[in-house]
């Protein structure tokens, strides 16, 4: 619990990290080229597609009200997960309702945090490793435009760690006076979020 505790401290500057990249990413992300312009494209694609933040922001945030272990391992479940469908992407298989998949994820993750609900974490990682195959297909079937594909991916997994550890930044105060509420109603505006990405609102 300690350690806890000291968290929010510690993620001070990934959060003002991620603020910094969403400043500075648009005005070069189209002025590089090879390896730093696949980084840039790489890191820009979740950044800037807010159905990926909001949801990837609410893996964190479950990881947080879960508690350890959960706060470790669904950060790491989502990109291992992720990759293998950004691969899919790449290589051309087929996955049906790709973007259905992405709005649902923030429907039913904001909702999981909105009711408090208290999952097994084999349950969580299920959850959350199903939602970060669409999130990975997305990216994949982006990266074969990309200038570099390594740095590509590597861009899109830095991009995600770091939205996981805003929302694990966020989620550490669920154990603070009045921050279960503060960390339920962010849940459920989440889930508002995803209704509106469902039907295209947002």
Known sequence: MNNLNKLPKQLIFPSLF????????????????????????GFLHPVLGWDHVFAMVAVGLWGAFLRAPAIYILPIVFPVIMALGGAAGVVGVPLPYVETGIALSSVLLGLLIAFAVKSPLWLAS????????????????????????????????????????????????????GGKIAIQLMGGLIALAGVGFLFGII
């Not at 400043?23 to 992300?29: G, H």
């Not at 959850?127 to 740095?151: D, Y």
């Open 126 to 177: 299920i959850i959350v490793g199903i939602f970060a195959v669409f999130h990975g297909h997305a990216h994949g079937t982006e990266l074969p435009q990309a200038a570099n594909a390594m740095s590509f991916s590597v861009g899109f997994v830095v991009a995600t760690g770091l939205l996981h550890l805003f929302g694990i930044g966020l989620g550490i105060f669920v154990a603070r006076p």
């Open 18 to 41: 991620v603020v910094t990249l969403l400043i500075a990413f648009p005005a070069f992300a189209h002025t590089e080229e090879g390896l730093i312009g696949g980084f840039y494209s």
